[in-house]
């Protein structure tokens, strides 16, 4: 209801569907004619995003107009229980603008929109339902009419001015900024808050879009609705672009975290939970293969079982447009690679942790059946605290096909196992080869066997040709080379059976070394042996 109309919802008895009936009670002509002109506009338009008119007209002194009922309430309304999710938002951008874009190819300046007359439904989905300051009507507007939510409107337009397509995006703007912030802008474009100041997870493109369409001058605005609705998918790529299309509503791009044989991986923010996480993308390449995605289906399901505090947490496996994904627990920390590569060497009492660590990780994915492929710096990650998390397990078996899986951050397999590199089949003994190749890397600041070619280093293992650990490091015993050594065995049968058998080993080397061992690697020890705890 409002001062000039109110709405019914109503039922058509000939075509039996529920409409929406919109009554004028105002007895006086002026008013009447207001109305009608309004339907004209209204009736000229149409658009999934706009109202439909079906009917209107006069009886006796009451005008009437008869159009579709929309389930859904007022903007306004919505904002009331607090500002509107990012994913509605976006996808009430979309509706709006290409409302505005209908309207301004039909010749009609909207000039101004309401929160309450901007409806939303549950999916947060937009129709723009009150067109009576819009262009078409300004000769019907009885004068000296006291215009409500002037916030919502142009500069030119609250000066009097007719408008133009920029001065609907203004409104856009503010109608954006009203949804994602849960505030009105102010009439004072000097007093204008930045979005991320009111809601820290506002995404960046909405912040650039409705900066942009709010300001004061009709030029630094965009041209056209339609020009601000394509920067909604803007960015600096072409294969970015396609992917933040692929994305929708669901995650924010925020940035690129790293790049591999298998894709890439990004910062996003998923916009349902308000939340960073990292998404690894697929080279479409490999993704062509039903095969090949059905493997990764079934790979990343057995991953995302995994519950470890040095494995990576799976979130979601998703994909649209001919890409595949799928997002993960954000560390905000380097790898291995890049952490040895900046410090060099790291300290024995890091590496005998980060091995501690990996083997714990590793002991609990063998026993739940999953072999992760591909050990290497790449996928060990150092987090915040310290602690070691390991990433993309099962990968390498999903895309088999590429030395599965096991090529290093140059392009070389410096840390696959024999068996591997010959294509052959593969166990949890491959991963422990692996973690021992990447425990030297890590002390030495180099693979064990280096090679540009898969030939060259098949060549090293087969023979065994290991540097000397203890002749280019001190700290490092006789004791922990031979653990090392044993489990870098071209002979599968010659390395260590398990994981809990490779750490048990370590931890009696540090020992005999006098490395200091945790509290937690002794119980960890224990608890793989099947002691129980103190």
């Known amino acids: ?140 507007i009885p004068p000296g009419r006291l215009i409500s939510g002037l916030e919502f ?64 001058a009709p030029r630094d605005r965009y041209l056209t609705a339609a020009e601000m609705l394509e920067d909604l998918a803007s960015d600096a790529g072409s294969f970015e672009t396609r992917l933040r299309r692929a994305l929708g509503d669901d995650y924010e791009l925020l940035g690129t975290l790293g790049s ?52 990576v947490n799976i979130y979601d496996i998703a994909g649209r447009s001919g890409l595949l994904w799928y997002t993960m627990e954000l560390i905000n920390g380097p790898s291995l690679g890049q ?37 290497k710096p790449e996928n060990m990650l150092i987090a915040p605290d310290g602690s070691l998390q390991i990433t993309d397990f099962g990968l390498a078996l999903a895309l088999r096909g590429r030395f599965g899986g096991a090529t290093s951050q140059s392009g070389t397999p410096q840390f696959a196992s024999p068996e591997q590199l010959l294509g052959e089949r593969v166990d949890q003994r491959s991963d422990l080869y692996s973690l021992a190749a990447v425990a030297y890397y890590a002390l030495l600041g180099e693979a064990p066997f280096p090679g540009r070619t898969p030939e060259q280093v098949l060549a090293k293992q087969a023979t065994n040709q290991l540097p000397s650990a203890r002749g280019l490091r001190e700290d490092v015993g006789e004791p922990l080379e031979r653990v090392l050594d044993r489990a870098l065995s071209a002979d599968v049968e010659l390395r260590y059976p398990s994981a809990a058998e490779f750490l048990q080993a370590v931890n009696r080397a540090a020992d005999a070394g006098g490395q200091p061992v945790t509290d937690w690697a002794r119980a960890a020890a224990r608890w793989f042996r099947g002691s129980p705890l103190d």
């Not at 856009?172 to 505030?183: E, I, S």
């Not at 910062?267 to 995605?293: G, I, N, Y």
Request: aromatic residues 6%; neutral net charge.
């Open 260 to 311: 591999g044989g298998f894709g890439r991986v990004y910062r996003v923010r998923d916009l349902h939970l308000e939340r960073e996480v990292a998404l690894k993308v697929l080279h479409p390449s490999l993704t062509r293969d039903p095969e090949v995605v059905e493997r990764f289906r079934r790979e990343a399901q057995l991953a995302g079982g995994l519950n470890h505090p040095n494995i």
């Open 153 to 216: 409107m142009a500069p030119e337009i609250r000066a009097g001015a007719i408008g133009d397509p920029a001065s609907d995006v203004y409104t856009a703007g503010a109608l954006l900024y009203f949804a994602v912030t849960g505030y009105q802008p102010p009439l004072d474009h000097a007093a204008l808050r930045r979005p991320t100041e009111l809601r820290a997870n506002c995404p960046r493109v909405i912040e650039r879009m409705v900066l942009r369409a709010l300001s004061p």
């Open 339 to 375: 952490l040895v590569e900046r410090e060099g060497p790291l300290p024995m009492d890091e590496v005998l942790r980060l091995l501690r660590e990996a083997l714990s990780a590793l002991a609990h994915a063998h026993g739940s059946g999953l072999v992760h492929r591909d050990i």
């Open 1 to 140: 209801m409002s001062a000039e109309r109110v709405l019914f919802e109503a039922y058509d008895e000939t075509l039996r569907r529920r409409v929406s009936l919109r009554i004028n009670f105002f007895a006086g002509e002026a008013i009447r004619s207001w109305f009608m002109r309004e339907a004209e506009a209204l009736g000229r338009l149409d658009h999934p995003a706009i109202r439909h008119v079906y009917d209107a007209g006069i009886v006796g002194e009451v005008a009437y107009r008869v159009g579709n009922w929309i389930d859904g309430e007022g903007l306004q309304e919505a904002i009331g229980r607090g500002a509107r999710p990012i994913p509605m938002v976006l996808a009430m951008a979309r509706d709006l603008l290409g409302a505005l874009e209908h309207a301004h190819l039909h010749g009609i300046i909207v000039r101004r929109i309401v929160p309450m007359s901007m409806l939303v439904s549950a999916g947060g989905r937009g129709t723009v339902t009150d067109l009576r300051y819009c262009s078409h009507v300004l000769p019907a």
